[in-house]
């Protein structure tokens, strides 16, 4: 008997060497080697081209490019936990199955939120740029120099309380920070006590007494600028605002404008509205020690990209095997 015909996989980016390995193996795969993001007319070819595509966050899967795939596209398997690069609903009407690689960056995730709670408080950034910038100034220890904020005690305020939520919640704690939240849905009574924390149904009542926010919710049509100009005025002078979820959660003029006029301490931010580009103003104000900016890569350890691509593989073949995938993403779900 003839060998059943692999899949086309089409893979818009670079991903971990044994992952694309792998793919090679047991699809017909076809790899991006010099990792440059492709264009919207790329990725309107590749659609026509293969039976799966892998995009990861930079690709814009919208209405419009889906309108170029192929009869034979019927899976787009997302290396990533979000998929708001990607208009499921479209999808779903063409009759193209979404999924996603959930719950491998929790960990990561919240490692790194948790690196910026502590970083802009205690001016770690600033610290690090005295001794390796160029003005390499430091006199010496002295009582007023350098002087940071304590976090224990504060009052940290989460948005968003899934897995990555909860899991920045138990770090938190272990830092003495008293574990606040907003969410869609309250967590049973159960989780709330293991975390000691309070649920707030009104986002706007939690805001304005935080000393810290936590943003970990994904972005949807719900959640941009959730933190809005209004809301960021909720906030009082001294709190702090970390972001590792979505830039377009913030409303990141509104908070521009709010930090530089010192009507908030600073924040700290992985994620950028416009991304890959960076405002020249945030850039300004992380000179002046007033905010920690990172590129996008609080997921980023080689563990949790394997993971991902782990996961990938896993949903390819479910799907290809005429099972439904375990990460499969409904338009119901966002």
Known sequence: MPKA???????????????????????????????????????????????????????RIDASVLKEAGPSLKLIANFGNGVDNIDVQAAVQRGITVTNTPGVLTEDTADMTMALILAVPRRLAEGANVLSGTDKDWAGWSPTWMLGKRISGKRLG??????????????????????????RRR??????????????????????????????CPHTPATF????????????????????ARGEVIDENALIRMIAAEELAGAGLDVFE??????????????????????HMSSATIEGRIEMGEKVIVNIRTFMDGHKPPDRVLPSML
Do not use: C
């Not at 694309?20 to 047991?26: A, G, N, Q, V, Y």
């Not at 959730?226 to 590792?244: C, D, E, F, G, I």
């Open 5 to 59: 015909k692999k899949p086309v996989v089409i893979v818009t980016r670079k991903l971990p060497d044994s992952i694309e390995t792998r793919m090679r193996e047991l699809f017909e795969t076809r790899l991006n080697i010099d990792d440059k993001p492709m264009t919207q007319a790329q990725l309107g070819e590749a659609l026509k081209a293969a039976d799966v595509l892998v995009p990861t966050v930079t690709d």
């Open 158 to 183: 989460i948005i968003g309380m899934g897995r990555i939520g909860q899991a920045v919640a138990r770090r938190a704690s272990a830092f003495g920070l008293q574990i606040h939240y907003h969410n």
């Open 187 to 216: 967590l049973p009574a159960k989780i709330e006590e293991e975390l000691h924390a309070t649920y707030w149904e009104s986002l706007d009542q939690m805001l304005a007494r935080m000393d810290i926010i936590s943003i970990n």
């Open 225 to 244: 600028h959730l933190l809005s100009a209004r809301r960021l005025k909720l906030l009082r002078p001294q709190a702090y605002v970390v972001n590792t």
């Open 274 to 295: 416009h991304e890959p580009a960076v405002n020249p103003k945030l850039a300004r104000l992380a000179r002046d020690g007033k905010v920690v900016l990172l590129p």
